[in-house]
Nanobody
Framework: QVQLVESGGGLVQAGGSLRLSCAASGGTFSSYAMGWFRQAPGKEREFVAGINANGRMTNLAGSVKGRFTISRDIAKNTAYLQMNSLKPEDTAVYYC???????????????????WGQGTQVTVSS
């Protein structure tokens, strides 16, 4: 059973930065694709960023390209989401997710992922 714990959320002013972390345990982290999603109140969960096991293939939602970066540290079993130039519309609960396979063709698909974290709140004030 893979367990995921997100951290790093909080309140930040527009234009600021945050780095979210997702610590994984209970599995072979180096063999898994990972993703970040977010869900704002009253909205569907939406894809933010994804990365395959080897780190060579990443995908970012159009709304965050140029502002967010996804990365992973195999030695620490941790994935990161660096968020810069934050906007009020980035306010949401952010979730990390794991797919228990190395390669996922469509990193943006919710159904591609097998395990989810509990989420961390990000609030961007204007």
């Amino acid at each position: 059973q893979v367990q995921l714990v997100e951290s790093g959320g909080g309140l930040v002013q527009a234009g600021g930065s945050l780095r979210l972390s997702c610590a994984a345990s209970g599995g072979t982290f180096s063999s898994y694709a990972m993703g970040w999603f977010r869900q704002a109140p009253g909205k569907e969960r939406e894809f933010v960023a994804g990365i395959n096991a080897n780190g060579r293939m990443t995908n970012l939602a159009g709304s965050v390209k140029g502002r967010f970066t996804i990365s992973r540290d195999i030695a620490k079993n941790t994935a990161y989401l660096q968020m810069n130039s934050l906007k009020p519309e980035d306010t949401a609960v952010y979730y990390c997710a794991v797919a228990v396979r190395a390669y996922v063709a469509d990193l943006s698909g919710v159904n591609a992922y097998d395990y989810w974290g509990q989420g961390t709140q990000v609030t961007v004030s204007s």
